[in-house]
């Protein structure tokens, strides 16, 4: 079964920037639509950005827009979620998760495949 494996997260700054990656041993994550979903502390999971496997993104978030980008680079079988300009309201754990399909989702609850997660913390 497919295990998206996230990485990069940490403690930045306001407006630093952070890269987050998502890698999955033994599988091809460019035949799968990905995406990044965030959960704040006492809040619901929110969607971040999805990449699609012919590379169009989808916006979850109006508050990511001009900020986050998400790209794939499948050399290294790996998606990545670059964030600029963050805010301490970009606190949040951070998932990476896959779709069996190769277009985005419409609601976060579709995805099939779930990372445990990595942290990052937006403070001075």
């Known amino acids: 079964q497919l295990q998206p494996v996230e990485s990069g997260g940490g403690l930045v700054e306001p407006g630093g920037s952070l890269r987050l990656s998502c890698t999955a041993s033994?599988?091809?994550?460019?035949?799968?639509?990905i995406g990044w979903v965030r959960q704040a502390p006492g809040k619901e999971r929110e969607g971040v950005l999805c990449?699609?496997?012919?590379?169009?993104?989808?916006n979850y978030a109006d508050s990511v827009k001009g900020r986050f980008t998400i790209y794939r680079d499948n050399d290294k079988n790996t998606v990545y979620l670059q964030m600029n300009s963050l805010k301490p309201e970009d606190t949040a754990v951070y998932y990476c998760a896959a779709d069996s399909l190769p277009n985005c989702v419409d609601e976060i609850g579709e995805y099939d495949y779930w990372g445990q997660g990595t942290q990052v913390t937006v403070s001075s």
């Open positions: 033994g599988f091809f994550l460019n035949y799968y639509a």
């Open positions: 990449i699609s496997s012919s590379g169009g993104s989808t």
